[in-house]
């Protein structure tokens, strides 16, 4: 049987045959608890694990020690949210008021819903009909009282890069610390934690060819950016995440980590390339699809587009042999629209018409072929067989 022609490697990513590869022995023999500081096995993994830690700062331009592992990048983006909310609203000088946008993950967003219930003022931000946040309401928005602003690096669904650096330096002028959901970001494009004024930065591994059940949480250090731990225990990973690290994960999220900093700039330049023979032959057959989203400011991998009048389930339902999806993995299942695809202004019957495709480091030009070449004939006959859809 024909394996189908994946397209969503905006949900998940392959583990790369290289991580697996480093990560083997540490399922097998090399089992030993990396906090096992008394024996020298323990030893050994806790070296190991420390490398994985370095390459990971090193993509970022932070330092080991404020890199923090964490199951995933719902749990960075819940570590950073609640515990600098709760910090700040009850330290002596309290900041008690947050900022985000309408378009983040739901882990960002019900996170700040939570610091809401908490009795902390959220303020939840529109975004431009092109995806990208407005930075004059955004000035205007952070005051002496914001604790925290966040706002991801680049969107799961819509592909948009935010500007970084400049929502980094607004926030640094006001005290307000600033978080980013790196998740679709971290081994995609630069990032620079420096330059870009990023205090916490949250990361996953299964995004970015590594394993699923690990991430990590950039936490700055200089100035100190201090969090409320979640978990409480043995004091694991400077008191943030206590709990045993699981050292294969962390080793292979490491591997990840080099392999991207080695590949990132070939990768982009091979993956915009297939995307945009994508994008051209799509438009070929199917002339008014539309695009949602900035183009130029977008992730080299990801295309968003609309076909009006198409119902996009009954589209993904005639191309079983392609592996593609309408939006988000986790609301995916659900019945309303994309919430992000709305807050761009798109109606709901263009929300419904709407789907996802994301091309990875696998991706080869055949398969975009023949996945363009599926797709525009679904279009037509759908079209065909409903002349009055619109
Ligand atoms: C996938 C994703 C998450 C969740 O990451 P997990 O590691 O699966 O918990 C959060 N934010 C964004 C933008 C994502 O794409």
Not at 184 to 196: E, R
Request: net charge negative; hydrophobic share 45%.
């Amino acid at each position: 049987m024909n394996m189908p022609i994946y397209l969503d490697y905006q949900a998940t990513t392959p583990t790369d045959p290289r991580v697996l590869e480093v990560m083997w022995p540490y399922f097998g023999e090399l089992y030993a608890n990396p906090h096992s500081a008394e024996h020298a096995p323990g030893r050994a993994i806790e070296a190991r694990v420390e490398e994985a830690r370095t390459e990971i700062a090193t993509l970022i331009n932070a330092e080991s020690r404020e890199v923090v592992f964490t199951s995933g990048a719902t749990e960075a983006n819940n570590m950073a949210i609640l515990g600098a909310g709760r910090f700040r609203a009850s330290a002596p000088k309290s900041r008690t008021h947050v900022i985000t946008l309408a378009t983040e993950h739901k882990c960002v967003l019900e996170s700040m819903l939570q610091l809401q219930r908490e009795g902390l003022t959220l303020d939840i931000l529109p975004v431009q009909p092109d995806g990208l946040v407005d930075l004059a309401l955004l000035e205007q928005a952070i005051t002496e009282d914001t604790a925290l602003v966040s706002i991801m690096a680049a969107n799961n669904e819509i592909g948009v890069l935010q500007p970084i650096a400049e929502i980094g330096a607004l926030c640094q002028a006001k005290g307000a610390w600033f978080h980013t959901d790196a998740a679709q970001a971290f081994g995609k494009i630069p990032l620079d934690v420096a330059t870009q004024h990023i205090d916490l930065m949250s990361i996953s591994g299964h995004k970015v060819y590594g394993p699923k059940g690990i991430g990590a949480l950039y936490v700055r250090r200089r100035p100190r950016i201090r969090l409320q731990p979640l978990f409480f225990g043995g004091g694991q990973e400077r008191g943030l995440r206590s709990g045993t690290l699981p050292s294969p994960l962390c080793i292979g999220l490491g591997e990840a980590a080099r392999i991207a900093a080695h590949d990132m700039t070939t990768d982009a330049k091979h993956l915009s390339h297939l995307r945009d023979r994508l994008l051209q032959q799509l438009q070929a057959g199917v002339p008014d699809l539309r695009i949602n989203g900035a183009m130029a400011e977008r992730l080299p991998h990801n295309l968003n587009l609309t076909f009006p009048g198409v119902d996009a389930q009954a589209l993904l339902a005639s191309v079983p042999e392609l592996a593609l999806s309408t939006g988000s993995a986790c609301s995916s299942a659900a019945v309303d629209p994309s919430y992000v695809l709305a807050a761009l202004g798109l109606s709901e019957a263009d929300a419904r018409s709407t789907i996802r495709l994301a091309i990875g480091r696998p991706t080869t030009a055949d398969e975009v072929d023949r996945a363009a070449a599926r797709l525009v004939s679904a279009v037509q006959s759908l079209r065909a067989a409903r002349p009055a859809a619109e």
